[in-house]
């Protein structure tokens, strides 16, 4: 069983920075496609990055494309989402997930299979 543990999470000033990591047990890591999610309170979960097993293609929402980077470093079991530039809608609950199912980037939540338990990011105005 795959387990995936977010951290890095926590609060920030707008316009500010944050890194969020991800550390896999378990499985195959660097078989796997990851990406991050995102849920705001009443809101659906929404994409916001991902990366295939490789690290070769990466894909972002438009709403954070160029502001967020998404790396990975399979001799760690871990992937990164570098958040720069940070707005107070960028305030969410963020998960880390892994799909075994696909190769190359996913950005819907059925395409993936396992999940973290998240960690939350505030962003303040």
């Known amino acids: 069983q795959v387990q995936l543990v977010e951290s890095g999470g926590g609060l920030v000033q707008a316009g500010g920075s944050l890194r969020l990591s991800c550390v896999a047990s378990g499985g195959f890591f660097s078989t796997y496609t990851m990406g991050w999610f995102r849920q705001a309170p009443g809101k659906e979960r929404e994409f916001v990055a991902g990366?295939?097993?490789?690290?070769?293609?990466?894909a972002f929402s438009d709403s954070v494309r160029g502001r967020f980077t998404i790396s990975r470093d399979n001799a760690k079991n871990s992937v990164y989402l570098q958040m720069n530039s940070l707005k107070p809608e960028d305030t969410a609950v963020y998960y880390c997930?892994?799909?075994?199912?696909?190769?190359?980037?996913?950005?819907?939540?059925?395409?993936?299979?396992?999940w973290g338990q998240g960690t939350q990011v505030t962003v303040s105005s």
């Open positions: 990366i295939s097993w490789s690290g070769g293609r990466t």
């Open positions: 997930t892994a799909s075994s199912r696909v190769s190359e980037v996913a950005i819907t939540t059925t395409l993936y299979n396992y």
